[in-house]
């Protein structure tokens, strides 16, 4: 089983609609948790911590589940610019170094 | 933009031969880690280094090694070349101690392809 898990999609979303995805993990010991952004052939870069209590920065708002581990990232009116690939990362600090990354959720949004 | 820097943008090499992919980290980043990411997956962490020291390691074989200098430059060496290496190379810095849960900073990667 792998270490952090998605969603591949696409998921096929119309402008203007609200979508979610989620990303498991399999150690109950990860403590830190990310969602990057990554553009076709570019550099992830990052879109959000998440934290315990969850959080929100404008359209995007991220979720943790420890109990189900799980964290989630929901996108509110989405826009033809949110067409990207998510990637979730997952920091397991008993492990030093280490940064499992998901293999991304890929999100075309339609006009 | 995010002060990370790689070298060369693309590569092509043959089965065999070896490799050495540089990257530049921002000024102050301690740590860096280099990634694998073939394509439609997601990165796969090869190794970390702190303060020019490895400090964790993927699932990779020896023959992908790595140095880090004092001047937050580091490499990625990756000997006897198979056709499987073909993938964007992605290294990331960060500032602080690892294993804190610090924001990773990628270079725009280099993409290897071996013939």
């Known amino acids: 089983r792998k270490e952090v898990e998605q969603d591949p999609g696409p998921f096929n979303v119309p402008e203007g609609a609200t979508v979610a995805f989620n990303c498991t993990y399999s150690n109950s010991a990860s403590q830190f948790f990310f969602w990057y952004r990554q553009d076709c052939r570019k550099e992830p870069k990052l879109l959000m911590s998440?934290?315990?209590s969850g959080n929100e920065d404008g359209r995007f708002t991220a979720q943790l589940n420890r109990a189900s581990q799980y964290i989630s990232l929901l996108i509110r009116d989405s826009k033809l610019s949110d067409s990207a690939t998510y990637l979730c990362v997952v920091n397991i600090n008993t492990d030093a170094g280490k940064s499992p990354f998901g293999d991304g959720t890929t999100l075309p949004v339609k006009p | 933009e995010t002060g990370v820097t790689q070298s060369p943008t693309h590569l092509i090499k043959t089965r065999g031969q070896q490799v050495t992919l540089r990257c530049s980290s921002q000024s102050g980043h301690n740590t860096v880690s280099w990634y694998q990411q073939a394509l439609g997956q997601g990165p796969q962490f090869i190794f970390q280094y702190y303060r020019e020291e490895e400090n964790g390691r993927g699932n990779f074989p020896p023959r992908f090694s790595g140095l880090q200098f004092p001047n937050y430059s580091s490499e990625l060496n990756v000997n006897a070349l198979e056709l499987d290496d073909s993938a964007l190379y992605l290294c990331?810095?960060?500032?602080?101690?690892?294993?804190?849960?610090?924001?990773?900073?990628f270079g725009p990667g280099t993409r290897l392809t071996v013939l």
């Open positions: 998440v934290y315990s």
């Open positions: 990331a810095s960060s500032l602080g101690t690892p294993g804190f849960g610090d924001t990773q900073y």
